[in-house]
């Protein structure tokens, strides 16, 4: 604590009501260390980064922020916070409760993000208590089981009314067979909640038609379910979201949007400490896919020519913002009512080799699929380009 109140004091200084700091340091883990105090203690700090990162104001899912995140008054700073205090579903429940003490270092704050990734309460919803309880099922709608025979990101907590709840942790989604990052491509949540529908007397049907993969996150009213994502090398990205709609303008924008996403997952009734978000945030910009493109290989120019000007190298082989009409995509994502820019980001493809269902909408099955195709303008490629291109994209 006392290291916690010298650093408080170095950064209160010059950080309160500031516009948003840009990162100097390409390390931004250490801009995160740096920074936590803003984040933990100065609301104004939150209020600028917020703002700073929701770029289209307009948006439902933006003015739902802006009307309630980081206020003078009232709003979601209000909320009580809620403990992570959970047990493992599966053959060997397991008691997990994660401390909200500052951590010191940067190890322990990365130790703490893993431990949120895999164990926090992210979204309860009343199907996941069933679906727990249905084990013949979960392999063929893709839950996992990790090493002690538990469900790969799925928690029961008791909350503050003393009910049962179960919820879905990150890792349910970005866990795949335990690698932190990793998009689980074959998690059906849709037919998950179909087949629930079914039994209960719920018509659930178009949840059916989601497929694997993909998970509709917004209320709007539309089925408009996204493929979920890798989440590698975030650093290098200038947003996130298949629809950019939210601008890292800094890490801390990350953070807020797991802040957020926590007290929207909890019915906004509760909201985690700080520290919370900001060591997951710590820790999801820490993963890396572990593969090593080879610059060698004649696809390497050959994808430079054809990919490069959107693909950069520079930026783990994503980039910027291209209009959503101007390619070959599906356009649902672009349109949504809720998040839609018009805009889709160009995904980073480091560790696109160990992926598979690829787009927002996850319908194309293969790389050799996304190039047949046409992506992105609907040109046909030569055989020998095409085989090249793909060895090269099976080294990324
Ligand atoms: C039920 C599945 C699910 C869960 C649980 C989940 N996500 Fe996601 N995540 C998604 C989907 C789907 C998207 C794409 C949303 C979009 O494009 O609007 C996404 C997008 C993201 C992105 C943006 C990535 C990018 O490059 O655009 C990040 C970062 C992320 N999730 C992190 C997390 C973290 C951390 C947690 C735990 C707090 C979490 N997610 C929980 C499904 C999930
Ligand atoms: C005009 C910019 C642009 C060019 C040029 C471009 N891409 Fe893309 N690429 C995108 C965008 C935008 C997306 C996201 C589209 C979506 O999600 O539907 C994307 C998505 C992808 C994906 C899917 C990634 C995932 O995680 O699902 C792959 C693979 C891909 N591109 C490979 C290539 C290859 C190979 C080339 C060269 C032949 C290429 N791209 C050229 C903009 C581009």
């Known amino acids: 604590m006392r290291r916690l109140l010298t650093i408080l004091l170095t950064f209160s200084v010059i950080s309160c009501g500031e516009a948003p700091v ?28 917020l703002e700073a990162s929701l770029w289209k104001p307009e948006l439902p899912y933006a003015r739902k922020r802006l009307t309630a995140y ?50 926090a309460p992210m979204r309860r919803d009343g199907y996941l208590l069933w679906l727990s309880e249905r084990p013949e099922l979960w392999d063929e709608l893709g839950l996992q089981a990790d090493a002690d025979g538990n469900i790969r990101g799925v928690v029961r907590y008791t909350d503050p009314l003393g009910d049962q709840r179960t919820a879905i ?27 629930f529908g079914e039994e209960n007397g719920l018509d659930n049907t178009l949840f059916g038609t989601w497929g694997p993969g993909t998970v509709d996150v917004t209320d709007d009213g539309v089925t408009d379910p996204l493929a979920i994502p890798n989440l590698w090398n975030l650093d290098t990205q200038t947003h996130i979201n298949h629809s950019a709609a939210i601008k890292l303008d800094s890490p801390a924008a990350l953070a807020i949007r797991f802040e957020t996403q926590y007290i929207e997952g909890q019915s906004l009734l509760r909201r985690p400490n700080r520290v919370i978000p900001w060591a997951l945030a710590m820790y999801v910009y820490s993963l890396k896919p572990g593969t090593r493109p080879d610059t060698s290989l004649p696809g390497h120019t050959t994808f430079e020519q054809k990919c490069g000007s959107c693909h950069q190298a520079d930026k783990a082989f994503g980039g910027g913002l291209i209009p959503a009409d101007s390619i070959n995509a599906d356009p649902l994502a672009s349109n949504s009512p809720l998040r839609g820019t018009g805009y889709y980001k160009v995904p980073t493809l480091l560790g696109i080799s160990n992926s598979d269902r690829f787009m927002n909408n996850a319908k194309v099955d293969s790389l050799e699929d996304v190039i047949d195709s046409g992506h992105p303008y609907g040109e046909t490629m030569s055989e020998n380009d095409k085989v090249e291109i793909l060895e090269f994209l099976n080294t990324l």
Request: hydrophobic letters at 35%.
């Open 70 to 119: 980081g206020l003078e008054r009232g709003g979601w700073d209000l909320l009580p916070e809620f403990e992570v205090k959970v047990t493992t579903v599966g053959e060997n429940p397991t008691e997990i409760e994660l401390s909200s003490d500052v951590p010191q270092t940067r190890e322990e704050w990365l130790a703490l993000g893993e431990q949120v990734f895999w164990y």
């Open 169 to 195: 942790t990150c890792g349910a989604c970005h866990g795949d067979q335990g690698i932190a990052g990793a998009a689980n491509k074959n998690l059906d949540l849709g037919r998950a909640r179909a087949i």
């Open 22 to 49: 840009e990162p100097t340091s390409t390390d931004t883990v250490q801009w995160m260390l740096e920074h936590a105090p803003d984040y933990l203690e100065s609301r104004e700090f939150r209020r600028a980064e």
